[in-house]
């Protein structure tokens, strides 16, 4: 699998990479013009812009390997008055912090995460069904019982059960 990802990366070239991809590597090439342009306070001139080109290249090549210096450099080049007219016009962009912004969003439940830690052993506890989970150690944890702690004899098993019209498979505890 690895080899024919190589394989398809090797003969692709800047201008056969995705849209997103491209979007992202124009991202961060105005942001390290902008890093620039805050510690020097001008614009990158020269050999300042091949140093600048030379990060984002090996950001590229490891995408597209058949890319050249010479193809984003020269975009690069294209690009920078550009740049320049948006930070002269906006000013430069806050930086993100990630850990703040998922401090802001709201916990949206994610399906299949258990959130359950064993109590004997601190490791995050397997499902087996819904409302039923297991850890290494022998300890489980059921919906309506809690955590208890598993013997030879027991069998976990689902059971239909009729609530209205619907049937729902419930999780049990059967001993031999």
Request: proline share 3%; glycine share 8%; aromatic share 10%.
């Amino acid at each position: 699998m690895g080899n024919r990802k190589r394989l398809k990366r090797a003969d692709r070239t800047y201008k056969d990479l995705k849209q997103k991809q491209k979007a992202g590597i124009a991202d961060s090439m105005f942001q390290k013009t902008c890093d620039y342009y805050r510690e020097h306070g001008r614009m990158p001139e020269g050999e300042d812009c091949e140093k600048i080109v030379g990060q984002i290249y090996q950001r590229v090549k490891g995408i597209a390997e058949k890319a050249s210096f010479d193809e984003v450099y020269s975009l690069y080049l294209y690009r920078l008055p550009r740049y320049e007219t948006r930070i002269a016009e906006n000013g430069f962009p806050e930086k993100k912090e990630k850990k703040k912004e998922d401090a802001d969003k709201p916990k949206v439940k994610q399906i299949g995460r258990s959130k359950k830690v064993c109590p004997n052993c601190g490791r995050k506890m397997k499902q087996q069904f819904i409302g039923l989970q297991h850890c290494k150690c022998g300890i489980s944890w059921k919906k309506d019982i809690g955590y208890f702690e598993r013997t030879g004899d027991m069998v976990f098993a689902l059971e239909r059960r009729k609530v209205g019209k619907k049937t729902k498979q419930c999780p049990v505890i059967r001993y031999r």
